[in-house]
């Protein structure tokens, strides 16, 4: 069976980060990309505030310069997902893809997070008919249309934002008085003639048969329904991380976050090391992500140099 110093699980900022200093430490990282290789920057439009780029860059252009770098420096970047790891004892036994099986002295999980949604039966119906989670992908399908966007974070206005460029109108529904989002979001959305803000609003359902036609909404406040008629729903109401092959195995908080012992990556099963969204709820930058991917790599390297050095003084 083959054996793998460092395993990479996941292919965001932060896995591929680990992969650069992982291969510069000469740890000869395997990556196992997952189901979105690049993660969620693959899904986003200019990234403005990752350093290094004075002009912003887009997303997918920074994923293919940051998978270019780790393989550079010999990271062996495979298509595959991680579907289960045995971490009761090392090295790790990992199956890929429900079928094949690799040993694996480290790993390192950079799997981060996915959209979330409303968990209404008609979101799940019109999915794909008009209902979205990624205004960057599927909004040019709604060019002078008029759509709605739920959610209050930065995403939801960022997202409405980019939909305003290429909509007729954009219908923002916001759950509570209030914005989420910092206070340069919420000015770009609210100077945004296009932008319609509702707020004390939630989807009640998405209307439509084959496609979607309109929303019927819920105040909060008031309890009273209305409807618009757009032919586009766009959700931008956060994410959970993709942490569900790990339950049971490695710590983790009741949202699904892996627990790390605080200022690392280090979890509670030794050689197991968390970076990125997936054992982080508070920053979730690509540049904390990066940094933290860097973390694990590190500490990986340490933690495989102890082993070595405690074997080497029983001999
Ligand atoms: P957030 O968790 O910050 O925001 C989620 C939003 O969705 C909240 O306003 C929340 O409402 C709302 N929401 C959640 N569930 C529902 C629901 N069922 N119905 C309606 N509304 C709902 O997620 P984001 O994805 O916006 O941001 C994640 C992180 O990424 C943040 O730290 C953010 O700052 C960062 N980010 C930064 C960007 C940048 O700097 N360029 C761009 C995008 C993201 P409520 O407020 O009521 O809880």
């Known amino acids: 069976m083959e054996k793998i110093k460092c395993l990479i699980i996941g292919a965001g900022p932060a896995g591929y980060t680990a992969a650069i200093y992982a291969a510069r430490a000469e740890m ?49 970047v495979r298509y595959g997902t991680v579907t289960d790891i045995d971490v009761s004892e090392r090295p790790f036994k990992v199956t890929i893809d429900a079928q094949t099986t690799v040993l694996a002295e480290t790993a390192i999980i950079a799997t981060g997070a996915s959209a979330k949604w409303l968990g209404i039966e008609s979101e799940q119906r019109l999915n794909g008919k008009g209902v979205s989670a990624c205004a960057v992908c599927d909004g040019f399908f709604f060019r002078g249309q008029e759509v709605a966007i739920v959610g209050a974070g930065d995403t939801a206005c960022e997202e409405a934002h980019y939909l305003s460029k290429l909509c007729k109108k954009v219908h923002m529904l916001v759950r509570r008085d209030e914005f989420r989002a910092s206070k340069i979001m919420q000015a770009r959305v609210q100077n945004t003639p296009n932008i319609e803000i509702h707020f004390n609003t939630e989807v009640d359902e998405v209307l439509g048969g084959e496609e979607v036609s309109g929303i019927r909404l819920k105040n909060n406040a008031t309890g009273a329904t209305s409807e618009i008629s757009v032919t586009g729903l766009f959700i931008a109401i956060g994410h959970e991380p993709n942490t569900g092959f790990l339950k049971g195995k490695v710590d983790m908080d009741e949202q699904g976050y892996i627990i790390t012992v605080p200022g690392t990556t280090t979890t509670n099963v030794p050689g197991l090391f968390a970076s990125g969204d997936a054992q982080d709820k508070i920053y979730r930058q690509a540049v904390t992500a990066a940094g933290s991917g860097c973390m694990a790599a590190l500490e990986a390297e340490r933690f495989l140099a102890s082993v070595e050095h405690a074997v080497g003084s029983e001999a």
Do not use: C, S
Not at 47 to 66: A, H, K, L, T, W
């Open 28 to 76: 000869k990282p395997v990556m196992y990309v997952g189901p979105q290789p690049g993660g969620q920057l693959m899904i986003t439009n200019d990234v403005e505030n990752f350093p290094g780029y004075p002009e912003g860059v887009m997303g997918p252009q920074m994923m293919e310069d940051i998978k270019k770098q780790a393989e550079r420096f010999g990271t062996d």
